[in-house]
């Protein structure tokens, strides 16, 4: 009987994982030349899905000969594995407890270079000369084809060449830096920079020659001050490149910009940028650097106890304790031993603030890992994490990393060495990916991940996770506690604010109490900076009809369009749809319409009126899009050239200025009626980070807080800076009503363009769930937000008992009831998101 699926020669198979959302592992025969070659974490170029080709990565191989016909494995594309045992034993661990595939997490874990796909754009580097000396003939086609056009596909580099594997040509030139990845060249971080102004040739080297610029300078007084105002500072200062801060120059000479130009267009002054680093705030003292103060000596003390008996340690510090100097001496620590140190944080932008800091220790031993780097760097940097090759000159780092910081991203490199997990404002739900999938929590992530390694984990914060706090109290954690700040700085005293009675006293202007405004017009006066808090970016939220109470609506979303003043338009905060700002009803026609609530640009806006004479910058998602404006408006506020700083969450993450006298909340109650059950948490967190930005040495800084029910316990919990009774209060009430960290969410949200087929399709996929887990399964229900981007949505909940066996079989429910659903006529097109332990 003739075989239908021919075995070849070899007898030897490989199971691949592909960077895609396929449900397994594809099996694929490997030629008998290849054999010698192929061992498990190594890459191989492979054809799936018609006649794409994919960098794959060996899972196993073996010879179980499978029931379906099967591909060959075209070519090897590595000589030693890029992946060790370790990583993926955590792959593993993620693809099964997210309930996502293999290939999801491979897709998320891989730098793009070493994931390649036919369809990726290459196009020549900023790096290549142009000379085609060391390159082979192969290489010498796709370098010239690229000289002749911007970019070309890999799927161009096969009919160039005429052969159909060419990954292994493109892997070269990408080691040769002749070529990079078109789709994912992406801006790096840029360094902080302070505007600076120096003398030009031949003042600079003559001094003696000074008299010369007097003298052009003679007819125009604020000039001449100007140029007398930079003497005297750069004989103070004595910077190295002759320069001193424009700032400086302004306030001494009482001068503005146009001075300085009119002086740079005579030849007097050249007008600069001066990259520095980003110290700053009471916990940046570097002159401190080397000190430990008695708290952080105990805080040491106790953890290396707590490491001898626990793996993972809970330091809960208030704001500006210290904490980072705690790190660095345990980074210290490793590093002598020889070990690896990882550093997590929870977003990009803090990277930028303290990776100065962290250099001044440790020097070329520190690497910096996350999305803003380009793909040639993160290759080398996986290369270097598991000591592969040295580091490339001018990198950060040496042969093999020993302290990586970086966000969640980081936590899939191929560590070597690993001893110590650092994870700063574990509290914070950036930690959590949201789209796409693996949805996974990087502090849980980076526990399992110290597991793998027999590493320990520091959890660092000022307000922890109710979960963190749990485990303490269950004794799974160690806790470390300080309660001071560092250098003696107290911690600001915390007012609230009655909105309410100051609307019934008609005291209330705009949306700002008598006392928040008080407050503001002291610290301008006393020469100190101000942050206000708004959780809410635009400028306002709803444009309504007063008569007949239409409201503006995205065409793709289920929810309100926000009115940003600065572009005059109406914007949906999902999509990105944009309109016109209606100027009568499109329902009955009225001119009645009235733009209703307040966000950033709001308040930015109206605060010019009660404080005409203040410089008011603002920092939220909008403010921040452009290049480098990120790390603009902080320079402009570290040097006072902004009194107040208005700004959503941005403001409450990783920043210290010591300056800032007085912090205002404008609207504690948005925070904290969030429908979810999280909403007192994260408003005790915020409104506490938040009031950290307040005060410095030798004085108290102040907090306002400005609420409609100023009794709401969590308002009451931060005045007093209770975290035990406001833990207490909140774990008493979780317990209750069975929630986390007493049981086990897993949150499925099924999408579908059509809201009749989801409808059906999500009684289908219930229905599967319900017959095993009964009441556990909630829903389906239409979530707040019940359309994004064109696709209908409907959330189903499983809520269940903290039970390793159940786990399993709903993991394994869920599943099933997917391919249920998806094999049901009319439902195919259903999509399935599941997110475990949703933020």
């Not at 292994?168 to 902080?192: D, G, S």
């Not at 690896?340 to 031993?365: C, H, M, W």
Request: charged share 25%; with cysteine; aromatic share 8%.
């Amino acid at each position: 009987m003739e075989n239908l699926h021919p075995i070849p020669a070899s007898g030897t198979f490989a199971d691949i994982v592909l960077p895609l959302a396929v449900p397994k592992p594809y099996t694929y025969a490997v030629p008998e030349e290849l054999i010698p070659q192929l061992q498990t974490g190594i890459r191989v170029e492979v054809a799936f899905g018609g006649n794409k080709l994919y960098a794959g990565l060996v899972l196993k191989v073996h010879h179980e000969t499978p029931s379906h016909r099967v591909k060959p494995v075209l070519s090897v594309i590595d000589s030693e594995p890029i992946l060790t045992e370790k990583t993926l034993k955590f792959w593993r661990w993620l693809a099964d407890y997210y309930c996502c595939s293999l290939g999801e997490v491979m897709e998320a874990a891989l730098p793009a270079n070493l994931k390649l796909a036919s369809e990726r754009r290459l196009m020549l580097s900023q790096l290549y000369d142009g000379s085609f000396a060391g390159l082979d003939d192969k290489e010498y086609l796709i370098a010239e084809a690229l000289s002749l056009q911007d970019t070309i596909t890999i799927d161009d580099v096969r009919k160039i060449l005429n052969q159909k594997t060419v990954i292994q040509v493109i892997k070269r030139l990408l080691e040769k830096k002749v070529i990079y990845l078109y789709e994912e060249m992406e801006e790096k971080y840029k360094p902080k920079k302070v505007a600076c102004v120096r003398l030009l040739e031949p003042y600079r080297s003559n001094p003696e020659l000074l008299q010369e610029a007097f003298e052009l300078c003679a007819r125009a007084m604020r000039q001449t001050e100007a140029l007398l105002a930079f003497v005297q500072l750069q004989r103070q200062q004595k910077h190295d490149d002759g320069g001193v801060l424009r700032s400086e120059v302004y306030k001494a000479a009482s001068a503005d910009a146009s001075v300085l130009q009119a002086m740079a267009k005579k030849g007097i002054f050249e007008l600069y940028e001066r990259e520095v680093s980003r110290l700053g705030g009471y916990e940046e003292d570097l002159s401190e650097i080397d000190k430990l103060a008695e708290q952080q000596i105990r805080a040491l003390d106790e953890i290396r106890s707590h490491f001898t008996e626990k793996n993972t340690v809970l330091l809960h510090g208030v704001t500006g304790s210290g904490k980072t100097r705690v790190y660095v001496e345990l980074i210290r620590e490793a590093i002598e031993r020889g070990e690896q140190v990882l550093y997590l944080l929870p977003e990009v932008a803090l990277t930028t603030q303290i990776i100065s800091r962290l250099q001044k220790n440790f020097g070329d031993q520190i690497a910096v890992y996350h999305h803003r780097i380009t793909n040639n760097e993160r290759v080398e940097l996986w290369q270097a994490v598991s000591g592969q090759q040295p580091r490339p000159t001018g990198s950060i780092g040496q042969a093999t990393a020993q302290v990586i910081l970086g966000a969640r991203s980081a936590l899939f490199l191929p560590f070597e060495k690993l001893s110590l997990v650092i994870v700063d404002e574990e509290h914070d739900s950036s930690y959590k990916q949201n789209d796409p999938a693996p949805r996974y929590n990087g502090r849980d992530a980076a526990i399992y991940l110290a597991h793998l390694h027999g590493a320990k984990v520091l959890l660092g914060t000022a307000t922890p996770s109710l979960e963190s706090y749990q485990n303490v109290k269950a004794g799974k954690y160690g806790l470390v506690e300080m309660t001071e700040r560092f250098g003696g700085i107290e911690l600001p005293e915390i007012v609230v604010a009655d909105v309410k009675e100051e609307a019934k006293l008609r005291k209330l202007q705009s949306h700002f109490t008598s006392k928040l405004l008080d407050e503001l017009k002291a610290a301008l006066e006393r020469g100190e900076q101000a942050i206000l808090f708004q959780n809410r970016r635009g400028y306002a939220p709803t444009l309504r009809c007063t008569t007949c109470g239409w409201h503006s609506e995205c065409i793709h979303c289920d929810v309100s369009l926000t009115y940003h003043k600065f572009r005059n338009n109406l914007q949906c905060h999902y999509c990105g749809y944009q309109a016109e700002l209606a100027k009568t009803c499109p329902a009955c026609g009225s001119i009645e319409l009235k733009l209703q609530g307040f966000g950033t640009e709001k308040i930015e806006d109206e605060l010019k009126i009660y404080l005409p004479d203040a410089s008011i910058g603002r920092m939220d998602y909008d403010a921040v899009r452009t290049k480098d404006a990120h790390a603009r408006i902080i320079n402009d506020f570290e040097e006072k050239r902004l009194d107040i700083l208005v700004g959503t969450q941005m403001v409450t993450k990783g920043l210290d200025f010591e300056n800032v006298g007085v912090v205002g909340v404008i609207s504690a109650d948005q925070l904290l009626q969030f429908p979810d059950f999280r909403s007192g948490e994260r408003g005790f967190q915020l409104i506490t980070q938040v009031a950290g930005r307040a005060g410095r040495k030798g004085k108290r800084g102040k907090v306002i807080v400005q609420a409609m029910n100023v009794a709401h316990p969590v308002i009451r919990e931060v005045l007093d800076n209770d975290f035990h009774t406001f833990f207490n209060r909140e774990i008493m009430e979780r317990k209750s009503f069975a929630y986390p960290p007493f049981a086990r969410l897993i949150k499925i949200t099924l999408k579908h363009k059509k809201p009749d087929v989801l409808n059906r399709g999500s009684k289908v996929f219930a229905q599967v769930l319900k017959n095993k887990l009964g009441k556990r399964v909630l829903g389906p229900s239409v979530p707040p937000v019940g359309r994004v981007r064109g696709q209908f949505l409907l959330d189903i909940l499983i809520k269940m008992e903290m039970n390793p066996n159940l786990w399993r079989l709903t993991k394994n429910l869920i599943g099933e009831a997917t391919q249920t659903m998806q094999q049901t006529e009319g439902f195919s097109t259903v999509r399935v998101n599941v997110d475990v332990d949703p933020a």
